[in-house]
C-alpha cells in the first residue's frame, strides 16, 4: 500500500522550492519524482499545509435501506447459502458481491447453521 512522504522530506522539499532550486533538481537530489516536488510546491501554496490528504475513502454498503429490510426478512424466512443470497439480490437488480452479503450478515448476527451439531 501507498505511504505518504515522512514530514521530514516534504519540509525539505519546500524549503528547496523557496530557496528556487528548479523541480527536477529537487527531485533529481531527494530520489523522488518531479510530480511528487510539484504537488508538494501545489499544496503548501494553496493550503498552507505539508500534511498528507487522507488516503483511500469510505464507500457506503450497498446492503441498507429496502435492500437491508428485504434481506433480513429473506435470511429469518428460510435456509440461505450466501452465494444463493447474492444471486436473489441479483435478480432484485442489486449488483453485490460475496463478500458484502457475508459483512451484512456477520454484522447483523444472521447466520444460518447447517450443521446442528447433532450428532
Not at 49 to 62: E, F, Q, T
Not at 87 to 115: I, Y
Amino acid at each position: 500500500m501507498v505511504r505518504a512522504l515522512s514530514m521530514d522530506l516534504r519540509q525539505r522539499v519546500v524549503a528547496r522550492i523557496e530557496a528556487g532550486e528548479t523541480v527536477r533538481s529537487i527531485a533529481a537530489a531527494l530520489m523522488i519524482s518531479p510530480s511528487c516536488v510539484s504537488k508538494l510546491g501545489k499544496r503548501k501554496r494553496e493550503t498552507g499545509s505539508l500534511a498528507p490528504a487522507k488516503i483511500g475513502g469510505y464507500r457506503r454498503p450497498k446492503l441498507v435501506d429496502e435492500h437491508a429490510v428485504w434481506l433480513r426478512q429473506r435470511i429469518r424466512s428460510a435456509p440461505f447459502t450466501l452465494r444463493g443470497l447474492v444471486d436473489e439480490l441479483a435478480v432484485r437488480g442489486v449488483d453485490t458481491s460475496l463478500r458484502a452479503v457475508w459483512v451484512f450478515v456477520r454484522r447483523d448476527g444472521l447466520s444460518f447453521k447447517k450443521n446442528s451439531g447433532a450428532g
